[in-house]
Nanobody, 123 residues
Framework: QVQLVESGGGLVQAGGSLRLSCAAS????????VGWFRQAPGKEREMVSG????????YYADSLKGRFTISRDNAKKTVYLQMSSLKPEDTAVYYC????????????????WGQGTQVTVSS
């Protein structure tokens, strides 16, 4: 079992930055892939980024490359999402989720989910 808690969301002006954190419980956190997802009002949940537990390989959605950076600190059992040059269209609830070993882009393949953190970007 893995429990995930997101933090770091908030209100920021366009062009600003935020760093989201996903803190995990569980003794084998390093074995888990963690993904960041977001869901805007009226839209489907989409994957933003992910980092594997097996080899640290990283995925970014094409539209976000260069603005978002994912990293993990296994000693702290935490995965971070650094978001820069934020735009109003980045406004959403951001979730982290975990699955065994490797990042995949299929949302339903993630087994454990956090409760989400709201990110609001004002224009």
């Amino acid at each position: 079992q893995v429990q995930l808690v997101e933090s770091g969301g908030g209100l920021v002006q366009a062009g600003g930055s935020l760093r989201l954190s996903c803190a995990a419980s569980g003794r084998t956190f390093s074995n888990y892939a963690v993904g960041w997802f977001r869901q805007a009002p009226g839209k489907e949940r989409e994957m933003v980024s992910g980092i594997s537990g097996s080899d640290g390989s990283i995925y970014y959605a094409d539209s976000l490359k260069g603005r978002f950076t994912i990293s993990r600190d296994n000693a702290k059992k935490t995965v971070y999402l650094q978001m820069s040059s934020l735009k109003p269209e980045d406004t959403a609830v951001y979730y982290c989720a975990a699955r065994g070993w490797r990042v995949v882009t299929t949302i339903r393949d993630y087994d454990y989910w956090g409760q989400g953190t709201q990110v609001t970007v004002s224009s």
